[in-house]
């Protein structure tokens, strides 16, 4: 099978959040089952070409939009560790003047620039002679891609035999302009929806979590399943990792993890405290990510005078960037850093003991897995893929990776931290829990099998009954 992945992010190229992650891992566990796959998106200008690379083909073509005309250049990079293509598409306007992926307040820039995205996406594969079988698009971004597939299908014999699937990363995003709402045109329009963990996949059924669109996915909902992402696991690898003080295992963590943290409180200006828990957050600042309830919890925390230290790295919206400079050497113990810092991210994972998120919502949620991997303790809202991947150890003792709680308070947010915190100090139960989480098996093999499964039904369309 041919597979094209069209996305606004694609790591380590360009990334925001999870949907960079992704698809910098999936298309490369794809082509690892033995399938063909090519990956699309924008050349942005925060993207280095010489540094990543890049080198410039010599298609060239224009895209119509709107009365004018946009002229566009085709890059091609390779994934790492993988040989699948990256195709860049330039245009200095639209993209190659943009520094971050998603313009803070310039929402009709986005869009333009991702429509036209999506017209090149068609001529492109036809310039490379690459017809695919499924083109699987993210988001809002690329959605319009589906939605193009489903008008010029009919009539287009070159595209006449492919399919789309559209994963949904986050329902909240819709790209909503004028009369058009992009992400449910691709809804309605995609052979396939899935989104990224099967409890988002009900949940976004609901008027709780589906931001206005759950009529519109009950009535595909035929079409909707859930696939769980995964992780990279030999990117997030702290027997490996190139950005930590001390590379460790599941037998060795212990003595790792003490180093590592060690560098962290060094580098962050926090006591150097082996025994202070250390909990760790790494996320967009975005209302999602439940940072109105976990400030609080951690300045109650601080009140109380519990030996806990905070590193909280993001960046996104201004709001609470603010909020979190603000709060960066307040107290002994509580740290910030705002800025996407892959590095620094990476630390956090390997330094801290718990990792925080209390999720209003979250589609799948990778820190968690990422954490576990590092043997770092996630401490965490049960919600969507928070619900698929941590099980709170204190309701099952004996298959429990984390500490989880449901109602959506500064209260229980704090009251959880201190659980953690608690069991923390039971070096005995620690371990196993320690040890549990770093043995998980959160790489895309088995997710990578069920999208293969379903580009494969895609493929071969259903037999009309009587006719055989
Ligand atoms: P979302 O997709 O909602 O952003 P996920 O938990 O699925 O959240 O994925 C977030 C990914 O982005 C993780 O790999 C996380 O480490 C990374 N990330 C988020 N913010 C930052 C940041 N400020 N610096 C470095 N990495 C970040």
Same mark, same amino acid.
């Given at each position: 099978?041919?597979?094209?992945?069209?996305?606004?992010?694609?790591?380590?190229?360009? !990334?925001?959040?999870?949907?960079?992650?992704?698809?910098?891992?999936?298309?490369?566990?794809?082509?690892?089952?033995?399938?063909?796959?090519?990956?699309?998106?924008?050349?942005?200008?925060?993207?280095? @070409?010489?540094?990543?690379?890049?080198?410039?083909?010599?298609?060239?073509?224009?895209?119509?939009?709107?009365?004018?005309?946009?002229?566009?250049?085709?890059?091609?990079?390779?994934?790492?560790?993988?040989?699948?293509?990256?195709?860049?598409?330039?245009?200095?306007?639209?993209?190659?003047?943009?520094?971050?992926?998603? @313009?803070?307040?310039?929402?009709?820039?986005?869009?333009?620039?991702?429509?036209?995205?999506?017209?090149?996406?068609?001529?492109?594969?036809?310039?490379? *002679?690459?017809?695919?079988?499924?083109?699987?698009?993210?988001?809002?971004?690329?959605?319009?891609?589906?939605?193009?597939?489903?008008?010029?299908?009919?009539?287009?014999?070159?595209?006449?035999?492919?399919?789309?699937?559209?994963?949904?990363?986050?329902?909240?995003?819709?790209?909503?302009?004028?009369?058009? /709402?992009?992400? #449910?045109?691709?809804?309605?329009?995609?052979?396939?929806?899935?989104?990224?963990?099967?409890?988002?996949?009900?949940?976004?059924?609901?008027?709780?979590?589906? +931001?206005?669109?759950?009529?519109?996915?009950?009535?595909?909902?035929?079409?909707?399943?859930?696939?769980?992402?995964?992780?990279?696991?030999?990117?997030? *690898?702290?027997?490996?990792?190139?950005?930590?003080?001390?590379?460790?295992?599941?037998?060795?963590?212990?003595?790792?993890?003490?180093?590592?943290?060690?560098?962290?409180?060094?580098?962050?200006?926090?006591?150097?405290?082996?025994? +202070?828990?250390?909990?760790?957050?790494?996320?967009?600042?975005?209302?999602?990510?439940?940072?109105?309830?976990?400030?609080?919890?951690?300045? $109650?925390?601080?009140?109380? #005078?519990?030996?806990?230290?905070?590193?909280?790295?993001?960046?996104?919206?201004?709001?609470?960037?603010?909020?979190? #400079?603000?709060?960066?050497?307040?107290? #002994? *113990?509580?740290?910030?850093?705002?800025?996407?810092?892959?590095?620094?991210?990476?630390?956090?994972? +390997?330094?801290?003991?718990?990792?925080?998120? @209390?999720?209003?919502?979250?589609?799948?949620?990778?820190? !968690?897995?990422?954490?576990?991997?590092?043997?770092?303790?996630?401490?965490?809202?049960?919600?969507?893929?928070?619900?698929?991947?941590?099980?709170?150890?204190?309701?099952?003792?004996?298959?429990? /990776?984390?500490?989880?709680?449901?109602?959506?308070?500064?209260?229980?947010?704090?009251?959880? +931290?201190?659980?953690?915190?608690?069991?923390?100090? /039971?070096?005995?139960?620690?371990?196993?829990?320690?040890?549990?989480?770093? $043995?998980?098996?959160?790489?895309?093999?088995?997710?990578?099998?069920?999208?293969?499964?379903?580009?494969?039904?895609?493929?071969?369309?259903?037999? @009309?009954?009587?006719?055989?």
């Amino acid at each position: 099978m041919k597979i094209v992945f069209c996305s606004a992010e694609v790591a380590p190229f360009s !990334q925001a959040g999870g949907l960079g992650d992704v698809i910098g891992s999936l298309p490369r566990a794809i082509a690892e089952l033995g399938e063909g796959c090519a990956i699309l998106t924008p050349l942005y200008g925060l993207i280095d @070409p010489a540094g990543r690379k890049l080198e410039k083909t010599d298609i060239a073509f224009d895209v119509h939009f709107l009365g004018k005309s946009y002229p566009i250049v085709i890059w091609k990079g390779v994934l790492p560790r993988s040989e699948v293509p990256v195709y860049f598409v330039d245009n200095h306007e639209l993209f190659g003047s943009r520094k971050q992926v998603y @313009p803070y307040g310039q929402p009709e820039w986005e869009l333009e620039g991702f429509l036209i995205f999506s017209q090149a996406t068609f001529e492109l594969l036809r310039r490379i *002679n690459y017809r695919p079988d499924v083109i699987h698009t993210h988001d809002w971004h690329t959605a319009s891609v589906a939605t193009t597939l489903s008008d010029i299908r009919p009539y287009d014999q070159y595209f006449s035999r492919t399919q789309s699937v559209l994963t949904i990363h986050n329902l909240h995003y819709q790209g909503v302009y004028g009369d058009t /709402n992009w992400l #449910k045109e691709g809804i309605l329009k995609a052979d396939a929806i899935t989104t990224v963990s099967p409890t988002y996949a009900q949940e976004i059924q609901s008027p709780e979590f589906g +931001a206005g669109m759950d009529p519109v996915i009950r009535q595909c909902s035929q079409k909707v399943s859930g696939i769980l992402n995964g992780i990279d696991t030999n990117l997030y *690898n702290p027997e490996t990792d190139a950005f930590i003080t001390r590379h460790y295992n599941q037998d060795t963590y212990a003595e790792g993890k003490r180093v590592c943290k060690e560098a962290l409180q060094q580098e962050m200006g926090l006591p150097v405290d082996p025994d +202070a828990p250390l909990i760790g957050f790494v996320g967009r600042l975005a209302d999602q990510k439940g940072l109105d309830i976990l400030l609080p919890a951690m300045k $109650a925390i601080e009140k109380e #005078k519990h030996n806990v230290q905070w590193v909280l790295l993001g960046t996104g919206d201004p709001k609470m960037e603010e909020a979190l #400079k603000a709060l960066n050497n307040t107290t #002994k *113990n509580i740290r910030t850093y705002i800025g996407f810092n892959t590095a620094m991210a990476q630390k956090i994972y +390997a330094a801290s003991d718990m990792f925080a998120m @209390p999720s209003a919502f979250e589609p799948c949620g990778l820190g !968690q897995m990422i954490a576990l991997r590092y043997g770092s303790v996630p401490v965490v809202r049960g919600v969507g893929g928070l619900v698929d991947t941590i099980t709170d150890v204190r309701l099952q003792p004996h298959r429990g /990776n984390g500490f989880k709680f449901n109602e959506y308070t500064a209260e229980k947010m704090k009251e959880t +931290a201190l659980a953690a915190v608690e069991a923390y100090h /039971n070096k005995a139960l620690w371990d196993v829990l320690v040890r549990r989480g770093m $043995a998980e098996d959160h790489s895309w093999h088995s997710s990578a099998d069920a999208y293969r499964k379903l580009y494969t039904r895609l493929g071969s369309p259903a037999i @009309p009954s009587g006719s055989v």
